[in-house]
């Protein structure tokens, strides 16, 4: 690991690597908190695409404030390499989630897709695409915190077009079928990726598979997939119903907006969740998957250790503690000394 400090933040250990560079787990000195730097691949930096696509990500994350949507923190360039210094998450990915248990409870499905078309929303009113929703691009922490994040092909539709033409972003399997015969993508391609993934969470397989791309793309065009509900038998029906909105081929039919389908989960998850908050229902599945346990996965799909800083907020309960325990041996002591002068 050649880079030591980027900006204000020591990199402490590398946690994970994509395909347009690495990311590491990072102390921020000034501001006393870890943080996620993802620098920029050497021989993508050669290529203005990438340089001027990284520098998209960066702008484009700096304009979106949603608790749901990773926060960026800086853009810095240090020699002949560009970093994003991002908000660290503390959690696993969905596909780490998903290959710890399989298929999701459906009330944990309801609480994540509607925290996701939630942050989808507030992309798009930035007139911002993400292109590339899939489950190892959206974390949960051990709070129970939805994240969406990877931004590196978001697409913003007023900038230059930085690809070919005809050239086809994001991964296959999750990308609606009119991208995939070459229209543009639109708000509603997010919607329908992100109805993949909440088909895959909720059975624990993808809606439309294929051994080569060219099966893949004749399933996504021409095939039907099963109702969530006939592949998991007592699956809520309004759930099923709204995932498979999300997977209708023409756009017209899907929601019309992230904000509609958002509502119309967070409908579900309240009938299904009940009393209980959305994010303490998530908390207890990471923990049921053992992925709430001090070490897990964390933004890279990593194993992260907690962080040192951490371990000192044990310290006031357990000087707590030897409080009592000094008050109990007092108080056995004066009674010792009262039953002595009886």
């Given amino acids: 690991m050649a880079v030591r400090k980027v900006g204000s933040s020591r990199i402490l250990r590398e946690i994970g690597r994509g395909g347009m560079g690495v990311v590491y787990e990072a102390y921020q000195e000034g501001l006393d908190r870890r943080v996620a730097v993802k620098a920029l691949d050497a021989r993508q930096a050669r290529s203005r695409e990438f340089v001027e696509r990284f520098r998209r990500e960066g702008r484009a994350y700096a304009q979106i404030r949603h608790a749901a949507v990773v926060a960026v923190h800086d853009l810095v360039e240090k020699d002949e390499t560009l970093y994003l210094v991002t908000e660290f998450v503390d959690g696993a990915d969905l596909r780490r989630v998903l290959a710890s248990g399989g298929a999701l409870p459906a009330d944990c499905v309801a609480a994540i897709g509607a925290r996701l078309a939630d942050a989808l929303d507030a992309v798009h009113l930035h007139a911002l695409l993400h292109r590339d929703v899939k489950p190892s691009n959206i974390m949960i922490s051990r709070r129970g915190d939805v994240k969406l994040m990877d931004f590196g092909i978001l697409k913003d539709p007023m900038a230059t077009e930085l690809t070919r033409a005809g050239a086809v972003m994001g991964t296959p399997a999750y990308v609606a079928p009119e991208v995939l015969e070459g229209v543009a993508a639109s708000e509603r391609s997010d919607i329908w990726s992100l109805g993949v993934t909440l088909y895959e969470l909720a059975t624990g397989e993808r809606p439309f598979s294929g051994a080569t791309f060219h099966e893949l793309f004749a399933s996504v065009r021409k095939g039907t997939p099963r109702s969530v509900r006939d592949v998991v038998p007592g699956f809520p029906r309004r759930l099923s119903r709204a995932i498979g909105r999300c997977l209708e081929k023409r756009p017209g039919r899907r929601w019309d907006t992230a904000q509609a389908l958002a509502r119309e989960l967070e409908a579900c998850a309240a009938s299904l969740v009940g009393d209980e908050r959305p994010q303490e229902r998530l908390r207890e599945l990471m923990v049921e998957r053992g992925l709430g346990e001090p070490r897990l996965a964390s933004a890279g799909g990593a194993e ?31 009674w010792a000394l009262l039953a002595r002068s009886w």
């Fill in 304 to 334: 992260a250790s907690p962080s040192p800083r951490t371990a000192p907020a044990v310290a006031p309960a357990r000087r707590a503690l030897w409080a009592v325990a000094a008050v109990l041996l007092a108080a056995t002591g004066v």
